[in-house]
């Protein structure tokens, strides 16, 4: 018994001996920063551990033996790696390094708030579509970035000419004045130029477009009240590119772009080309263009320079010329006669320069300088009258970025200026200069927990010296919580204001006839407050990827600048704007799915009557299925959903539904394309009328939809890349 006994104690002391323990701590591979709630598993034992705020964790009771390991984080490439036990020394940490998987995470480095950090470290929150979807949407509608904004979330586009196809942008509702649409942080279509700017911006040469919803004054001045969005150009990389694209369509619209791109040691270029063209089209017969008559030309080059490892700049040039002539479809074609006189062209060229210079001070500073001159020219020419002006507009820059690993400071001054001048009749002079001098501050006071402040303060001087309307003081503050690896959540807001301007939707929509000028001694700059509030969920359920974003805004703007006659005043009363927006996105292996909703609610409170703002709906849904074979084939088919909105004639448009469908065959250097737009033609020319009176002198209603109907593109991509 005895004997017994001891060979027990003995087989037990044996088995306790050979448990062992793992303790690693996971970090980030490129920041090295700890990762709260990584896993560990041994799958052939069933253990496993999460890390604490720390980044460690222990595995116990781990016998001798050869054990596989894998370590997850949501965002990041699993890790497998064979451990032998026992070890050495059990009381060491490994360190156990994973790699970010930028397609699901999205890290990528935004340029919008001049910050040098990722995205998913802002406290700002800022949405990106990256080169993958430019290059799926621009294969949509690759004569401009019209479609790509309005399948966007929370962003749409309101046509504002009926037979001139001209638009603008709309975040959360508000109208396009209160956006500021920028190229590469520049704002190349301000005031008078941004008319027509959606309609003229061809998607090949963007490698990411970044949207900030909500005030975004304090970072880019007056105008930012709904927003802004901005357009970040492609630069030139260690393989030399070359890419065509020769699109069709059933509208007998023609495409035609190239884009090529080289870098040496001291220098680099890209250069940008692009011809578009389509005839007048009228699916609906009534004799009037849904889509105008479009001729258009641009290139854009641009000259990099590498002068050192520290210091760095570029140089590019924008030029566009368009004819773009709608309204009676026999006028449009040259058979004008007594009967079809009605027409509607607008000529414009548009030239400005971009300059960016940069330079290191030390690995935690560094300044910038940039700078944009642009040249607007627009005529617009009808039967019984014509608007012909132009409009030479700056914007200079000068910042300096201080960078912590805890902390990082931005500040800098700016100055715009805007002159506008008629070259015909009118009488519509405009002329403002604005100076603002801006500083940031992100504090990472924790893993869990980031803070962003920021300080602007702008001086204006418009055309008229009997009363300046001086500062404005504009904070912003903003939030950003990292709960654990799944949940994030920021909220923030600021103050914005808008600089009164005769160049907005009202006054395009009279085709500036007979418009007068702003009398600043009699008007008040538009002011706004507003915030948001959204929480994010990021996880994977077995292998599908879910990402989950709620969010919840609301926009104050007071004595808004309403078209009186043919004077612009203040309104007696405010806009608000308050709703949410819910996106939701599904990833398992190649399939992906796509839904976004946005509910806007924006209300006028004029005269201490509450009133519906039109052209305004309330529900905006688009949802994207899409099955993609990386470098291979891609097909997709989207649906979007408006629902009815108040017209400014008092009555209520229809709601409706379009579906689009997409087949890409990619090859090495070649990718073929099928796309069709409005699938069940849905046109509001199919429900409603959108003219009064008759064909020679037609009066134009609201458009709340789309006019083209059914519209089939294909084409060809063409990819040529040097590794040399």
């Not at 930012?224 to 030399?240: D, F, H, M, W």
């Not at 020769?246 to 870098?263: H, P, R």
């Not at 020219?377 to 910042?399: A, C, I, Q, T, W």
Request: hydrophobic letters at 35%; charged letters at 20%; glycine letters at 8%.
């Amino acid at each position: 018994m005895k004997k017994i006994i001891i060979v027990m104690c003995l087989l037990i002391s044996t088995i306790t001996f050979a448990q062992n323990n793992f303790r690693a701590i996971i970090k980030d591979e490129k920041t090295k920063e700890v990762l709260q709630s990584a896993t560990a598993n041994i799958k052939k034992l069933n253990l496993n551990s999460t890390s604490n705020e720390k980044g460690e964790l222990t595995i116990t009771d781990i016998p001798d033996g050869e054990f596989e390991i894998e370590f997850r984080f949501i965002g990041y490439e699993d890790y497998k790696k064979v451990f032998k036990f026992p070890f050495a020394d059990t009381t060491e940490f490994i360190e156990i390094a994973l790699e970010s998987n930028a397609a699901e995470l999205g890290e990528v480095t935004v340029q919008t708030t001049r910050s040098s950090r990722s995205i998913q470290d802002i406290p700002t929150r800022i949405e990106f579509l990256p080169q993958e979807e430019l290059d799926e949407k621009g294969t949509m509608e690759p004569g401009d970035i019209k479609m790509l904004l309005n399948e966007t979330t929370g962003i749409s586009t309101q046509q504002t000419s009926v037979v001139s196809g001209t638009a603008n942008l709309r975040i959360q509702g508000l109208d396009g004045r209160y956006t500021q649409l920028l190229k590469d942080g520049m704002p190349l279509y301000n005031s008078f130029s941004g008319g027509l700017s959606i309609m003229q911006i061809p998607p090949l040469d963007l490698k990411q477009v970044e949207f900030i919803k909500g005030s975004a004054s304090t970072l880019y001045g007056g105008g930012a009240i709904a927003g802004l969005v901005n357009l970040i150009s492609k630069t030139p990389q260690e393989k030399r590119e070359l890419d065509f694209l020769i699109n069709g369509t059933s509208a007998k619209g023609f495409d035609g772009s190239v884009f090529y791109s080289q870098k040496w040691k001291k220098a680099g270029t890209t250069v940008f080309g692009s011809y578009n063209f389509n005839p007048p089209y009228d699916p609906a017969n009534i004799g009037l263009t849904a889509i105008p008559k479009t001729n258009r030309f641009s290139i854009n080059p641009k000259l990099f320079l590498y002068f050192s490892n520290k210091t760095s700049a570029w140089f590019g040039v924008n030029n566009t010329y368009e004819d773009r002539n709608g309204g009676d479809v026999n006028v449009a074609e040259g058979k004008a006669d007594s009967i079809h006189q009605y027409f509607e062209r607008n000529k414009t060229f548009r030239f400005s320069t971009q300059l960016s210079f940069t330079h290191e001070i030390n690995k935690a500073s560094k300044i910038n300088f940039k700078n944009s001159i642009g040249f607007f020219d627009r005529k617009l020419l009808m039967p019984s009258y014509s608007f012909h002006g132009n409009e030479v507009s700056s914007f200079s820059e000068f910042n300096y970025v201080h960078t912590k690993e805890r902390s990082e400071w931005i500040a800098g001054l700016n100055e715009w200026t805007d002159d506008f001048k008629p070259l015909d009749t009118s009488t519509l002079y405009y002329h403002l200069t604005t100076v603002g001098a801006f500083v940031q501050n992100t504090f990472k006071a924790a893993n869990w927990f980031s803070l962003e402040s920021g300080l602007r303060i702008d001086y204006n001087s418009p055309q008229t010296k009997d009363k300046l309307h001086g500062f404005f003081i504009l904070p912003r503050i903003n939030v950003l919580f990292k709960f654990n690896e799944h949940f994030t959540s920021r909220i923030g807001g600021g103050l914005g204001y808008k600089m009164p301007s005769p160049f907005n939707e009202d006054a395009e929509e009279r085709d500036y006839e007979n418009i007068q000028p702003i009398m600043f001694e009699n008007t008040q700059a538009e002011k706004s407050y507003g915030g948001n509030a959204d929480i994010n969920f990021r996880g994977k359920v077995d292998e599908v990827l879910i990402s989950i974003n709620q969010l919840f805004f609301y926009t104050y703007l007071n004595h808004p600048l309403v078209l009186q006659g043919n004077s612009f005043i203040n309104a007696n009363g405010f806009i608000n704007t308050k709703g949410t927006e819910t996106n939701m996105k599904l990833g398992w292996n190649d399939l992906n799915f796509y839904l976004g909703y946005t509910f806007a609610d924006v209300r006028q409170h004029f005269n201490g009557q509450n009133v519906w703002q039109p052209l305004a709906p309330k529900s905006h849904l688009n949802a994207d299925l899409t099955y993609e074979k990386e470098n291979s084939f891609r097909c997709g088919i989207e649906g979007f959903y408006v629902s009815e909105q108040r017209l400014s004639d008092g009555t209520t448009g229809k709601n409706y539904f379009i579906f689009g469908l997409l087949i890409q065959k990619m090859w090495r250097h070649l990718s073929a394309y099928v796309n069709a737009e409005d699938l069940t033609d849905r046109r509001q020319t199919r429900w409603d009328t959108i003219y009064t009176g008759t064909i020679t002198n037609p009066m134009f209603r609201d458009i709340y939809a789309p006019l083209e109907g059914i519209v089939v593109n294909a084409g060809v991509k063409i990819k040529l890349q040097n590794n040399k």
